[in-house]
């Protein structure tokens, strides 16, 4: 089995020592299963201290899963959920949302991944006929799939803007914890302090074996939500697998160390492929992706050498993404496979 | 945290340092994430050595997924399930079945969790009428979810009675390495030898972290699992922590010898429990469960010594499940406590 | 085509002519589209005066979206709606509720169609238990699917036991006119007196071309329903052409007159049939449906001279429906058939 | 009852004296129920002179279940239908398609509501992609939502391509008569001629009380049609009433003559209007339909002398429809009050 690190994605990267070590001691003894453990327990209590003590939090396997089940808790079946066309809840979820919630995807093309009020304006509209999707929630990614960055002010005037028109803000935070480094932020102060109503947030790539969780900052929203995850195939048994890893992840500085390193190592790689002939940055590096435009004709031998993603094939724009575990001896090499193979 | 062992689920174990290990060794470098990676390979192959080389198998994260994704794969909206009625399908997947796949579950009142074709011929009716449910699949589970099994016989008299009538046979394997135990006989005896079209196969409850198979006899039948898979918030992004403890647990009899002791600890618990007083047995004990009807009014005393579930409220059947890592001691205590709760 | 009048169905029977009047009436000049036209206006002003001002009242074109739709709108996806095993809801809509709702069908068998507190009352478990469908409504059929009749006490009963279990009660009325000329009752003493939550209240098989109507009685549970409506593609465009039917249903005592001779037919059709040999009445007659048992072997005989349905192949139960078009001719011609038949 | 005709919409008329006569002539007697009748036969028959032998063809209530059950039968969960982005399937089916479904709609913007092989093709990607929704069908209305036609050449030529992509095409005919005279060709023309899969025909917007068709090409796609008919709330009992409208519409050029004269009368107020000041015609007048961009403070006054819908808030687009029945006078009326509001 190959030891190269790729740059293809986070989830390319195994897990942090010290999530194995909390799953090594979790293995004591007999737990009740299903969340009713000490373990779930005690991660619950970290994110309280994360996030504020005003919040309901539950543990399911992926970040697919809390991002359809956090919103099919929220809406109803004609209702529909705004987002940026290059949502992974749009692109990269095979239509489960429609499929599990009933509602509509209205989606909207954005030049870096980031929603304005302006952009969403246009979409709230038929409210109230009984013919058409009614608009419920605006969703956005943070740090978004382009791997740029909405600050406090944009969320909290996203917020307000749609709790004017009886509407929720939901955050895919798959990766907040490198957006909360970048912004220098608390994830309280990127969440509950700027007006969001509910936030899938993500473990899994930041060191974890898997685990995503379901925040909702407002407990009456939350209300059905054990049955659905239930009903939506996403109910551990074993969950203090899954709470002990959380409870560690928010422990000692652990997601924020993690992300912080994958975030240098963007910056690094960006600065080595930034003069690059031929290569074009094309998006702001604020997380832990570098997005490039590079020819064509150089992309498949490239990627023979290194694994990565096409992120848009008409464009020619290709995405590098750094781990928790990337070195600068990786990125090195990288680009010294890019030089070679573009010259 | 207690380090008491209850008698509660099998899932209220943790997992076997066999199972840890594999994870931990799989936790170098970077692997492509969603299956694409060598310890999925190494895995699927370990399935294949065990079911034969005719089969096509996916994992998921658990069984109420397994089976749901799996049904789904097989069936149209319009199609009914048949089930018995205590049928974990039926009883404990709070209608995922009916959410996900749209199909009616028709279930059957059994004595002891076992369908026959004699239960079932009355309801496959109404076949071509365009106003009713039309039946495709019968879901059996081995063993029952009254810790009872289906014969190699009953199971192939089942799977040739389905076949005839253009049906197909499921079978919920939760705990399909307990029956196979007991049986003395190879997973592909009890599996594809006897006519089944499609498994859910458990590693759970004997003793992984988490991860369940989906297994089709059929690759015709399995055409469009990896998409409702996905779309059914099920893949896995580092899909090497499923595969790695699969192959683990399929190698070197780690199935078998966890199955084996759970099984032994049942048998060892129904001799201590059958002569009790006001403790009547009341399902043949022959995988990992002994189900025994109580007075009522000494359960909830003894659930304050011992966790467990009640079976039937009505009834008074209480389940009291063995584990891989219950001891011959751990019986002993529990015993004594329902000697003296009893008495 | 064959002006015979069968006993088939109650839909076998054409439109009333006072229905086709006020069609043809209806017909004149433009009006708004999807039911905000004086025609329904009109129409929903005659469901007040029938049953009591304080209700939501929405047409749709058929009963298995009046029961889908109005159900839909009361429940959430975890949710069990619990019938009679002979329920329309669960033998003919072909998992219609299953399939749009996405909740559980608890059926109960009965002998007479008919649910009791202590039929239902074994199903009222697992409240809170996020593992299991939890119980929301229970669905009654009046008169039943067999021809059998809920008296006002009885329908009070359930609606009590119900309410106190934070339960809701449901009414399929495809033939409420049947059972309310039978009770010697109002709709409204049947429905909003004796606390019924949500009636599918028919109108196609007594004497309508087709529109059933979904009747709310308490307008919090109905906020949802027009778009749901629209999403379960059951908004009329030209509307009026179904309120123009109800209104004329519900005036000058049309339904009255169509549903009494109905039954009136019904009881001739019983007298002419009862001493027959052969023939034995399995259902008390309390509406327009008659249900025998015959020997098997003349069925299908009879079938060929008038064709009739099956109600359970394996006890030999026929059903004959009267409608309001039935002659005393027509029940003359058809017992012959049978006394030939059968002898 | 105003008897004003308005422009709001097609279906604000009536029914045509033709089809009210059918369906009394067909009020006789007794039928079988749910499409077993002589009348459904006839109508089916009407189906394969206009669209060819080689059809199936079924009956639905309205245009959303049309296109939603067609849709349906031939896709699967996870899979994409790209359609304009003003189609009636995106706009205004409350996110029905969604639901009944489980499928994305991908939408793409368009100037006029035309699709083409160029607008189509860059959402032709992710082909064999698990994480993304899999094209299946092309949707395309005919006349479009803003009364502009496809040639049969440019019908074909999207058939072919998508046919080379393993696609299929759907057309929303909700008004299909009044492309086919326009386009002087046959049904059989502009849909099996030219490669169209499937197709909802529409009667009520050209003079039918209410009834819309089905319409597989290929015999194979439309094999679970009828239980999805059934359990999606759309089998008519007394079909008899919609098939007997059916078949006066396909005979004696009824709905030739009733979609000409409505085209005609499009064609009359276009004249009319289009040398109006401050009226800019912003569509092509090819069908039923005049679109036109006023200026937004004369909307509402001349609504309330007129009904008709806004079509685009932002732009200040309305659209007026010519129904079946709309005559000169009709025109002349409504083109005086313009011209007043607008001076």
């Not at 799939?145 to 509407?167: A, F, P, Q, V």
């Not at 190592?265 to 997380?287: G, T």
Request: aromatic letters at 10%; a positive charge.
């Amino acid at each position: 089995m190959a030891l190269i690190k790729d740059f293809g994605s986070d989830n390319h990267s195994g897990a942090h020592p010290d999530i194995l070590k909390a799953l090594i001691d979790s293995n004591k003894g007999h737990t009740t299963a299903y969340g009713l453990d000490e373990y779930t327990k005690k991660a619950i209590k970290k994110f309280k201290e994360h996030f504020g003590e005003n919040i309901e939090v539950y543990f399911v396997y992926n970040g697919t899963a809390a991002n359809i089940l956090g919103l099919k808790t929220i809406t109803d079946s004609f209702n529909a959920i705004i987002c940026a066309e290059t949502a992974h809840l749009n692109v990269h979820e095979c239509c489960g949302p429609e499929k599990f919630i009933g509602c509509k995807i209205i989606t909207i093309p954005t030049k870096d991944g980031k929603l304005t009020v302006d952009l969403i304006n246009p979409h709230i509209i038929n409210i109230g006929d009984i013919h058409c999707a009614q608009p419920k929630v605006v969703s956005i990614t943070q740090p978004t799939e382009l791997g740029t960055l909405y600050t406090k002010k944009e969320i909290k005037i996203l917020s307000d803007y749609l709790h004017k028109n009886n509407m929720l803000l939901h955050v895919d935070g798959a990766r907040l914890s490198n957006a909360a480094v970048s912004l220098k932020a608390s994830f309280k102060e990127i969440s509950a302090d700027v007006g969001v109503d509910l936030l899938s947030f993500g473990g899994t790539k930041n060191g974890m074996i898997l685990g995503e969780a379901v925040v909702f900052f407002n407990k009456k929203l939350s209300q059905n939500f054990e049955y659905i995850r239930k009903q939506g195939m996403q109910l551990a048994s074993k969950m203090r697998f899954i709470s002990a890893q959380f409870e560690a992840f928010l422990s000692n500085d652990l997601w924020y160390n993690n992300a912080k390193h994958a975030n240098k190592m963007a910056q690094i790689l960006y600065r080595e492929v930034k003069d690059i002939p031929k290569v074009k940055v094309s998006q702001k590096v604020q997380a832990n992706a570098v997005f490039a435009i590079i020819p064509k004709q150089y992309i498949k031998p490239l990627q023979k050498k290194y694994f990565f993603h096409v992120f848009d094939e008409h464009k020619s724009v290709v995405r590098w993404m750094c781990s928790f575990d990337t070195t600068e001896e990786d990125i090195k090499s990288f680009t010294k496979a890019i030089r070679t193979t573009l010259s």
